[in-house]
């Protein structure tokens, strides 16, 4: 009977995320850039049997898997104190880019309890490193092509609903830029099948490192997109 019981909670639950998940894919479809509302779909995705199958497909990758053994989690920083790296540095890119965003440095608010959950964290954590190395900008389109290089190095699950929300709103309300996004998202693509594992980088152990090295140790072909 417990185990019964146990197993109802287990599918209510899922439901739930699902519904979820989906009341934020379609609040999407109209704001896109509500930052609350990507978190909220993102969290209903952590504990997914999307993302399980990612992190362990991760796995395949002995520097993937190590990082995911270890959990590494990076030191806190100090954006005024990375400004005096080099320009051509990693740190100074990274935060001059936060810098001219108004934004202060990342501190996700996922609780580590499974290697998904790790993976969220870390994702989240670096998210803005990734833009810098891989050369997407911040704007709606550029965002999901980012998502595209996401999606092709492990197959998060976030990555590929909005996505799929950016061709749906695109496509509806907004044809004339599907052009641009289709390209957005195969150059996203294409870079993240060709570079070597993000998520498997201690980034922040070599902020003087300069953005190009980064480039070129990981195989990245970067580009301008704004």
């Given at each position: 009977m417990q185990s019964l019981s146990s197993q109802t909670w287990k599918s209510i639950s899922h439901h739930l995320?699902?519904?979820?998940?989906?009341k934020a894919f379609f609040f999407?479809?109209?704001e896109p850039e509500n930052l609350d509302t990507v978190d909220e779909l993102s969290h209903c995705l952590i504990h997914s049997r999307a993302f399980e199958l990612a992190a362990e497909a991760m796995k395949a990758n002995p520097?993937?898997?190590a990082m995911l053994k270890e959990r590494y989690i990076a030191p806190a920083h100090d954006l005024d104190a990375l400004l005096r790296y080099p320009q051509d540095s990693l740190g100074y890119a990274y935060a001059s880019s936060?810098?001219?965003q108004g934004f202060d440095r990342i501190d996700p608010e996922v609780q580590i309890d499974a290697d998904t959950s790790y993976i969220e964290y870390r994702w989240q954590q670096t998210h803005?490193?990734?833009h810098v190395v891989t050369g997407f900008g911040t704007s709606e389109i550029a965002e999901i092509g980012l998502q595209a290089f996401y999606l092709?190095?492990?197959?998060l699950p976030l990555a590929g609903m909005l996505i799929a929300n950016a061709l749906v709103s695109t496509t509806l309300m907004h044809?004339?830029?599907l052009p641009q996004l289709l390209q957005a998202i195969a150059q996203g693509w294409k870079m993240g099948m060709s570079a070597k594992p993000f998520i498997a980088q201690k980034w922040e152990e070599a902020w003087e490192k300069p953005v190009?090295?980064?480039r070129q140790e990981l195989n990245v072909q970067a580009i301008a997109f704004v």
């Open positions: 995320r699902f519904l979820k998940a989906m999407l479809l109209f520097e993937v898997a936060l810098k001219q803005d490193i990734w092709a190095q492990f197959r044809p004339e830029e190009s090295q980064w």
